[in-house]
């Protein structure tokens, strides 16, 4: 039995009146929103973005993926390697296939491939200089694949697909990682930790 109010009608059709009622009042409140106010809200979204997303803000964009996996080191530049060699890039701990991105617009001006003797160190490697005249370049090393249709002496654009991590050259089989370097002007390795934009979601250590 349905029950009833004092005045005969079901408490059913009270309760349906009442949600069209406040859903058309709902609807009626979002119609009313000026474009004014839609731009307001949109744009305090835009300025909490950086905030939420970055752990540090730097001045280049973060060359990978950050998830599943992104761990970083804060002094892995310069440390001692064979040969009486130094770290000149960082290294950024990943998982097999996170994707890789053009730093900025660019031309790939060298292409290492795995198992040629110039790639023993690098495995696959980009070589990208910016298309700005200041001769700055980037190098990225390890990667398990190129992307698709990318060639030696193509230009780039800032965020575009370049490849994806790997393990090829000398990290050693599973150890999954970007090597990343940043030569300003062409000239020698600059340390790239307090230059890029690192996501929240990587760990950062010491």
Partial sequence: MIPTGSH???????????TIGLSGLAHQRVQAATP?????VESAATALKPAIRLAQAGTIMFPMEPTPRCDLSKTSFGQPRSGGR????????ATLGQKIYAV????????AIDGN??????????KLQL??????????????????????GDSVVLGQLLGFVGDTGDPGAGNYH???EVHPKGGAAVDPFPLLSIPKACKIYT
Avoid: C
């Fill in 131 to 152: 298309s700005d005249g200041s001769g700055t370049y980037y190098f990225y090393a390890h990667l398990s694949a190129f992307a698709d249709g990318l060639k030696l």
């Fill in 104 to 111: 900025g617009n660019g031309k790939l001006i060298r292409q």
């Fill in 86 to 93: 130094t770290h000149e890039g960082i290294d950024l701990m």
């Fill in 36 to 40: 004014t106010q839609v731009a307001r």
């Fill in 178 to 180: 970007l090597h990343f």
């Fill in 117 to 126: 003797p110039d790639a023993t160190l690098s495995g696959n490697a980009w």
């Fill in 8 to 18: 005969g009608r079901s408490v059913i059709g009270i309760a349906v009146a009442l």
